[in-house]
C-alpha cells in the first residue's frame, strides 16, 4: 500500500514520521557505529543524509574540542552539529544547547515549524524513505501495534484494498468494485448473505473466483456471510451449492 505522502510502501512512517526520525537515526548510529561501518565510506555515502543532517559523521573528529556559546562547556567537537557557516565548520552552540533552543523556536513559532517540516519533507523524501523502514525494521513490535491500529480505524479501507491487492495478484480482469457499488449491492440484497439469506455482517464474495479467472466488477460479486464466504473459498459456486446441499 502506497503511503501518499512519501510515495512509500507503507503507511506508519507517515503516522509517526518524527518519532521514527529521531529513533531511525539513532539506530542508524547504533548500526554503523557497532559494527563499525563508518569504515566504509559507501555506507558513509549511503547514510549520508542521516549523518550529515544529525552530525553522526563527526564523530570521526573527536579529537579537538571545542566550547559552547550558550552554555560556556568545551565539549567534543562531535557535540556540535557540522554548519559550514561557521569558521570552523561547527555550529557554536553544543548540540544540547541547540535542542534546547530549537525546541523553543518550534514551540513559539507554530505555524513556522509547520511549514519548514512540510519543505523538508518535500525536499528529502528519499531520506525519509530510508528512516521510515529503518524505524519499521528496528521497532517491529511497534510497527505491528500501528499497523493493528490502522487497520482497526480504517477497516473500509482495509477491505478495498486487500480486494485490490488479490485482483492485482491474480491479475484479473474488471474495473475493480468501488465502494459506492459495494454498499449499493448490499443494499440490494437487503443487507442479506446472498448464499444462505442471514442477517449477518457481510463480506464481498467474487461469484466466478478470482483465481478461477473471474473478472473483479460488481456483476460479479456477491454479498456473502463469513462462513459462507469460508466455505465457498475458491470453489465455483455450482461445486459450492451442490456439496452444501448433500
Ligand atoms: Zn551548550
Ligand atoms: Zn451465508
Redesign the pocket.
Known amino acids: 500500500m502506497i503511503n501518499p505522502i512519501l510515495g512509500i510502501d507503507t503507511w506508519e512512517g507517515q503516522l509517526e514520521i518524527d518519532e521514527a526520525v529521531l529513533k531511525a537515526n539513532k539506530g542508524m548510529n547504533d548500526i554503523l557505529r557497532t559494527n563499525n561501518l563508518y569504515s566504509n565510506p559507501r555506507n558513509v555515502e549511503a547514510f549520508g543524509g542521516v549523518t550529515k543532517a544529525h552530525g553522526g559523521a563527526s564523530m570521526f573528529n573527536m579529537l579537538s574540542q571545542k566550547r559552547c556559546s550558550k552554555c560556556g562547556e568545551w565539549k567534543n567537537k562531535s557535540e556540535f552539529n557540522k554548519n559550514k557557516r561557521y569558521s570552523d565548520g561547527y555550529q557554536s552552540y553544543c548540540k544540547d544547547c541547540m535542542s534546547a533552543y530549537s525546541k523553543k523556536w518550534s514551540e513559539d513559532n507554530p505555524d513556522k515549524r509547520k511549514s519548514i517540516t512540510n519543505k523538508w519533507r518535500s525536499n528529502n523524501k528519499s531520506l525519509l524513505v530510508l528512516l521510515a523502514r529503518t524505524w519499521n525494521v528496528l521497532n517491529p513490535e511497534r510497527k505491528r501495534e500501528i499497523n493493528r491500529n490502522w487497520n482497526k480505524n480504517h477497516p473500509k479501507q482495509v477491505r478495498m484494498m486487500e480486494k485490490k491487492r488479490d485482483a492485482l495478484e491474480r491479475n484479473a480482469p474488471g474495473l475493480g468494485i468501488t465502494e459506492k457499488e459495494w454498499e449499493q449491492l448490499k443494499a440490494d440484497y437487503h443487507y442479506l448473505?446472498?448464499?444462505?439469506?442471514?442477517k449477518?455482517p457481510l463480506e464481498l464474495d467474487h461469484i466466478i473466483p478470482l483465481s478461477k479467472g473471474g473478472a473483479d466488477e460488481i456483476e460479479n460479486a456477491i454479498p456473502?456471510?463469513r462462513?459462507?464466504?469460508a466455505s465457498k473459498s475458491n470453489n465455483p459456486l455450482i461445486i459450492f451449492l451442490s456439496r452444501r446441499g448433500k
Open positions: 448473505c446472498g448464499y444462505c439469506g442471514k449477518l456473502a456471510c462462513t459462507c464466504n
